[in-house]
């Protein structure tokens, strides 16, 4: 008579008659291994932890975990600076546990109060059931950091987890991460979140992953990420921003991208923020790398980009298309070729195993590799390099942008001017474009400075005596 035991080790067989001996010492072996202490202790620890931000960086830390029952919840933390290897004078505070998925719950925690440019130990678990220690950063203010971006993962966890952790590996100045959607392929199945989730946890553990939704993400995707909630009303974290250093972040569900909510928040945010760079994270692309047969691209050029330009975004991240591209500045659907003139560059990533063929020859494409992929971006105060590279490391390019070369502010001329009526034109204000203003032309005379006022901040009224007729000036 057989009789299998599934564990760790597989099946392992104990046979009745001449193999007693054989049978105890396996019987003994499997005991010492998988005594109940043994169990509790090896399979009832806190995994798959993922940190995130839902307040400040500066001064706080989201942190979300699975554990296989549910009374794993405490959280232990304490500075770097005073951790002597224990967590005696640590500080300890409790997640509620919720049900992820028919193996495991869920917690999350967002611990506040953190003092800024701090280096943070902390575990997870219970009493006597303990994580190993880990670490986090708070930020700093700072406008000199990195972040990294990655496309869809959606397969090939396992080497994307290699990518993951050899790139961070090489890059430790990186501070935390956007990833582009499409996180899994089939998002109720709970093999590939275990996949992805395992992959994922060795550096994330360790800095912030800040995601948005693909198509393919759904349910499992909102019941595990926990992000900030200053999205419009019920469409919080599908939508949100957040700032680090001298950037800000908005993260927008290009799924619902007609959403008028969604669009008067978009601007309301992006109008607020006074931060030196804006960058957009979203997932189908505005300007596609190949054609979008569903029309989503012209979608979000009619709903979002105006609004991203209006308000002199940067830089938008962008995946859906599996590949590498990065595009020349697109201001109004125009290339902007010359060196200081404002356009937002498109990026996207690629990151998992799922590869499209590229090479559709689209002007606005100044770069394209096929592959898995990473970007690494570097700020420091108004310049910018992004670095793209593939999966083994290799170089795909180097790209930067420098902002004290100012670009030419957006001249808007207010609607319903009629013959003789002073003309207003707004301009997003910028104190160094400013007062850079030295000459004013109409049709290509230099205007008197009686015949037109600069009104702070962003204003040029031109004098209505000065438009006579009907006629394109
Ligand atoms: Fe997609």
Redesign the pocket.
Known sequence: MKRGFHNKLGNISLITGGSIVLAMFLLLSFCCLFSPAALADEVAKPEQIILSWTSDPLTSQTITWLGADDSLGQLQYQAKSSFNGSFDSAQQVEAEANKFDSRYYRYSINIRHLTPDTDYIYRLGKEGCWTEPYSFSTADDTDKFSFLYMG?VQSGYLGWGRMLNALYQENPRLRFSLLG??LTNNDADEMEWGEFLDAASGVFSRIPLMPTL???DGTMYKNFFVLPDNGPAGLEQEFYSFDYGNAHFVVLNSNNNCNEKAKQWLHTDLQNSKQTWKFALF??PAYPASPDYKGIDQSIIANWVPILEQNRVDMVFV??QHQYMRTHPIFQGEIQSDLGRYGIIYVMGNAGAKTYIPGQGFPYIAREDSGSNYQLIDIEGKSLTLTAKRADGGLIESYTINKTLKPAPILVPDAGKIVGQPVKLNFIDDADWRLAINEIKLDGVALTPGQYSLDLPGKITIAGELFSSAKEY
């Open positions: 869809d959607g499409d693909g198509n393919h997932h189908h995946g859906h």
